[in-house]
C-alpha cells in the first residue's frame, strides 16, 4: 500500500509541477530592449543620381554612384546657359 501511495505523490506532484510551468505567465522584453538587439538595416538598393556642372556657359550632367563613390557614364551636353 505505501509503494502505491507513494507513486500516487510522485505522479501527483509531476501533474503540479507540469500545471504551474505551463500555465505560468511569460515574460516579455520591452520593447527597448528588443529594439536594441535587432541588427541593423542595410540598404540594397544602390543611391544613384545625376550631377550637373556648369563650364564655359553650358550644362552637362553625369550620373554618380553615392554608395560605391563611382561615376556612370560620360558628361553629357544639356544646353547652354543665359547669363
Known amino acids: 500500500m505505501s509503494k502505491r501511495k ?3 505523490v510522485a505522479i501527483g506532484s509531476v501533474i503540479c509541477m507540469a500545471f504551474a510551468i505551463l ?3 511569460a515574460t516579455a522584453l520591452t520593447t527597448q530592449a528588443a529594439v536594441s538587439q535587432e ?3 542595410m540598404p540594397m538598393k544602390d543611391a544613384i543620381s545625376w550631377v550637373v556642372k556648369k563650364e ?3 550644362l552637362y550632367k553625369r550620373l554618380y554612384n553615392f ?3 563611382t561615376w556612370i557614364g ?3 551636353y544639356v544646353c547652354d546657359l543665359k547669363e
Request: hydrophobic share 30%; aromatic share 6%; with cysteine.
Open 74 to 76: 560620360e558628361w553629357i
Open 23 to 25: 500555465c505560468s505567465p
Open 6 to 8: 507513494n507513486r500516487l
Open 39 to 41: 541588427p541593423e538595416i
Open 56 to 58: 564655359n556657359g553650358k
Open 67 to 69: 554608395s560605391t563613390a
